[in-house]
T-cell receptor
Framework: GAGVSQSPSNKVTEKGKDVELRCDPI?????LYWYRQSLGQGLEFLIY????????KSGLPSDRFSAERTGGSVSTLTIQRTQQEDSAVYLC???????????FGNGTRLTVT | GENVEQHPSTLSVQEGDSAVIKCTYS??????FPWYKQELGKRPQLIID???NVGEKKDQRIAVTLNKTAKHFSLHITETQPEDSAVYFC????????????WGAGTKLIIKP
């Protein structure tokens, strides 16, 4: 079946512009995560959605970052007024919740020039 | 909250030899410990996981051991092959949250021919 789909796969933007990154999770997965991965680094947690519960936003690095998940399915991560330090791969993952395995998308590589 | 430390950061082994990666965690309430493999330029993928009610789990050439008393768990890869070259991440479920995974920093495994 279809896996987690992220778009765009690559995004180049100018400093100061806003960007939107999209994640289509696996159908039926109630949990959705966003992570950031800088080159050669680990997984930096950003935000976690679980069903209809309030999201865990504790990982968002600044108020320029926000995310929403509409209808318990598609999620959008928005970065306002992008900075060069925002350049990274943004990974989305979904799961059935609990201790079910996370299924990752291929990520969006964001480059801020 | 939970803290996960992973060692070593880089591991180089001769093809055919064994590799061991170790992680320690701080929250005694954590009860789920997955391992993910991320090949260069690809998404992380679950390779094995263990729950706190067992001490060891094996799947062909890979195994994971868990010592709850010492709060550490390890990934063992035997008869290493070139395709084992990747970055490996351990994680622990944060005991007091709704299945928020806390990740290790990753180990880059290099298999020398």
């Amino acid at each position: 079946g279809a896996g987690v789909s992220q778009s765009p796969s690559n995004k180049v933007t100018e400093k100061g512009k806003d960007v939107e990154l999209r994640c289509d999770p696996i159908s039926g997965h109630t949990a959705l995560y966003w992570y950031r991965q800088s080159l050669g680094q680990g997984l930096e947690f950003l935000i976690y959605f679980q069903g209809n519960s309030a999201p865990d936003k504790s990982g968002l690095p600044s108020d320029r970052f926000s995310a929403e998940r509409t209808g318990g399915s598609v999620s959008t991560l928005t970065i306002q007024r992008t900075q060069q330090e925002d350049s990274a791969v943004y990974l989305c993952a979904s799961s059935l919740g609990g201790d079910s395995p996370l299924h990752f998308g291929n990520g969006t590589r964001l480059t801020v020039t | 909250g939970e803290n996960v430390e992973q060692h070593p950061s880089t591991l180089s082994v001769q093809e055919g030899d064994s590799a061991v990666i170790k992680c320690t965690y701080s929250d005694s309430a954590s009860n789920y410990f997955p391992w993910y493999k991320q090949e260069l330029g690809k998404r992380p993928q679950l390779i094995i996981d263990i729950r706190s009610n067992v001490g060891e789990k094996k799947d062909q050439r890979i195994a994971v051991t868990l010592n709850k008393t010492a709060k550490h768990f390890s990934l063992h890869i035997t008869e290493t092959q070139p395709e084992d070259s990747a970055v490996y991440f351990c994680a622990a479920h944060e005991g007091d949250s709704n299945y928020q995974l806390i990740w290790g920093a990753g180990t880059k495994l290099i298999i020398k021919p």
